[in-house]
RNA sequence: GCGCCCAUAGCUCAAUUGGAUAGAGCAACGCCCUUCUAAGGCGUAGGUUCCAGGUUCGAGCCCUGGUGGGCGCACCA
């Protein structure tokens, strides 16, 4: 991936210097001979671990010790000795077993200061000239219900991903795939209007596969609302001449299909699309709702529905067959997705004409492409692993790229009360809703616990250790550095002081303090934290790198007195203490995590 | 049975994507508030990275085979 960085005196920066004067060094070597003209390497600077290893190192040394069948000390040496002048470094050391372990002058190490006071809002951000088009489709639960604390994981890995993706130079459009065709749909709207007919004075048996939630009763009051009593009938018309349900000894879905029926026969085609209209609305309406509750907002919600009406599923079918990749078997039409890897083949139309639900996803799919998306970043379920291989057959077999698709898998969280589990089904739980969650545990402890493990990793959410207010708690220990620069910066202003950037700059970079050192090193690793975790879609490499900021910051705090006479040591403590609220304020945001002045 | 994911300190998790002596927090123990927010800091202790092989200068990371756990194998959405 090619950007155009537009900031200085970050880590990024320094190993493109480094990178060229390995390179340089290298053409030198390979020009008197003392290397084989046939080397390729590519060329690596990394952080350092350890402070004694210097700021940044390579290995190329190592990497040519084969093709130049030499040792690896050997190399670095004439590596060492092959370096132009630069400004940037102190000094070289080779260590170990033939690393280059590179020393960088103080004065570039505070140039990031600089560039966070000037940069603000935008340090760490990156701008590209023709950004790619990136779709990031998460959440899309079914729109039956509110959503539940198992969306969480994947809202707030979602939200983040695509705002990092965002930051580093993409054009991310964040989007909601709105599941408002099929049976579950119909089981929702056939129970709405059940509970409006108990609303109306009838009294039945409610049925063991309808949605039973308070939310429905909720619903229908809309639909009386509206509705009045016309859509009203007798508890005998509607339940006379039906199978049994569950609980006397039937079929629980044979039930409720047959519940449909009768709902639509009753009630015509069009008031019962009205009520359907009225439950999708309202639901979708409190979902989007619930997520703008958790800082979470998107460009597009889009409806399945549409997919039907548009045409877009005939076209995906008929594209399909001009390719050769349907065929038909016992009245069904199978799109041959062993083809492309697939275990079986599958179903797209059923032998009654219904489309599948694959159908929909293959159109929805194609639809994404031509709508011009570069990329398009689908945030799964875990219990969704199986359909990867399938969609991605589709795209191919439609002419795109697969690799176009990204899916990303976010495990289940398993939520905790202490040492307590959880228990989440619909049945036992007064605690089964996101917003039930948000409400107890806070907008930012759920947003920041959701991300700071790896999506593929099964994480444990501990409810007490999110709503606790201390040390433990990462997010409290990330916002109280950030208030307690604040803090500092407020008594500032009460005070006869002013900060002095050029004077803090220049007392900074002259500065031995080693625990400011640790800060600027950190500081200037935002960046490029920032892009391994849109490469890798991994935002916990910010959430982790936030934390470790944090620490440095308190550790330095607790030593460091800031508002003090000496008019150089207070102007770089404050300074720096200026960029370190900066980028935990850049972090934060992205994390969907406030950043309090005061706590 | 087949496929995908995971396994790291007593617990929850990292490890710059193959680099140097595997790191944090919690829990345990010992310290630091007359000081800008102690919602904080300093220190001690804690490891056969599930097991067995392999690849190479070098493996927690890659390959093979196991063990244990999660998830998925629909003409459901």
Not at 31 to 39: K, R
Not at 367 to 384: L, M, P, Q, S
């Amino acid at each position: 991936m090619i950007q155009i960085l537009l900031y200085f005196g970050n880590h990024f920066q320094m190993k493109q210097q480094i990178t060229g004067l390995i390179q340089a060094a290298l053409d030198t070597l390979v020009q008197n001979g003392s290397l084989p003209a046939d080397i390729s390497p590519r060329i690596m600077v990394e952080n350092t671990r350890d402070k004694s290893h210097g700021d940044l190192a390579s290995n190329v040394a190592m990497t040519l010790a084969k093709a130049a069948r030499r040792n690896p000390r050997d190399i670095a040496i004439m590596i060492t000795e092959a370096l132009p002048q630069s400004e940037i470094l102190t000094k070289t050391e080779i260590a170990g077993p033939g690393f280059i372990n590179f020393f960088i002058t103080s004065a570039s190490a505070t140039k990031v200061v600089e560039d966070i006071l000037s940069q603000g809002h935008d340090f760490g951000r990156t701008y590209v000239e023709n950004p790619e088009k990136i779709q990031v489709e998460f959440v899309s639960a079914n729109p039956t219900g509110p959503l539940h604390v198992g969306h969480g994981r994947g809202a707030s890995y979602g939200a983040t991903v695509a705002d990092i993706l965002a930051a580093t130079g993409a054009d991310v459009s964040r989007e909601y795939y709105v599941n408002d065709a099929g049976r579950q749909m119909n089981i929702l709207a056939a129970s709405i209007w059940l509970r409006y007919l108990e609303h109306c004075g009838a009294n039945f048996d409610f049925p063991a596969n309808g949605y039973k939630g308070q939310y429905v009763y909720d619903i229908a009051l809309q639909v009386k609302e509206k509705y009045a009593l016309s859509l009203s009938h007798s508890a005998e018309s509607v339940f006379s001449d039906l199978p049994l349900d569950e609980p006397q000894g039937g079929d629980k879905e044979k039930y409720i299909d047959a519940l449909i029926e009768r709902c639509t026969e009753l009630l015509g085609a069009e008031d019962f699309d009205g009520l359907f209209q009225i439950g999708l609305v309202a639901i979708r309406d409190d979902i989007c709702d619930d997520l703008a509750g958790f800082g979470i907002n998107y460009q597009e919600w889009f409806s399945e529905r549409s997919l039907t009406g548009s045409g877009d599923v005939d076209q995906a079918l008929e594209r399909l067959q001009e390719k050769g990749h349907l065929y038909e078997k016992d009245g069904n039409i199978w799109f041959k997705s062993t083809d492309f890897g697939d275990d079986k083949d599958r179903v797209v139309k059923r032998a009654n004409g219904a489309t599948t639900y694959f159908a929909s996803d293959i159109a929805y799919h194609m639809n994404k492409f031509e709508r011009g998306f570069d990329k398009v970043v689908n945030i799964w379920g875990a219990d969704h692993h199986g359909y990867i291989t399938r969609v991605k057959a589709a795209i191919q077999a439609l002419g795109y790229d697969p690799e176009r698709l990204i899916v990303k898998l976010v495990q289940f969280a398993i939520l905790y009360r202490g040492t307590e589990r959880v228990q989440m089904s619909t049945r036992s739980g007064s605690f089964v809703t996101l917003r039930d969650l948000r409400k107890e545990v806070g907008k930012d402890a759920c947003r920041f616990f959701y991300v700071t493990r790896k999506a593929d990793n099964h994480m444990d959410f501990d409810l007490e250790l999110a709503k606790s207010q201390s040390k433990d708690n990462p997010v409290y220990y990330i916002q109280y550095a950030h208030a307690r620069i604040c803090s500092v910066l407020e008594k500032l202003q009460a005070s006869e002081w002013q900060l002095d950037e050029a004077t803090g700059l220049a007392a900074l970079s002259i500065s031995d303090n080693d625990a400011e050192k640790s800060i600027l090193n950190q500081l200037s690793k935002y960046p490029e934290t920032l892009n391994n975790a849109a490469n890798n879609f991994e935002p916990h490499l910010v959430a982790n790198y936030l934390k470790e900021l944090a620490g440095d910051f308190h550790t330095y705090y607790n030593s460091n007195k800031m508002l003090i006479e000496d008019k150089d040591l207070r102007n770089s403590r404050l300074i720096l203490s200026c960029a370190v609220k900066q980028v935990l304020a850049n972090g934060l945001s992205l994390l969907g995590v406030d950043a309090p002045q005061r706590m």
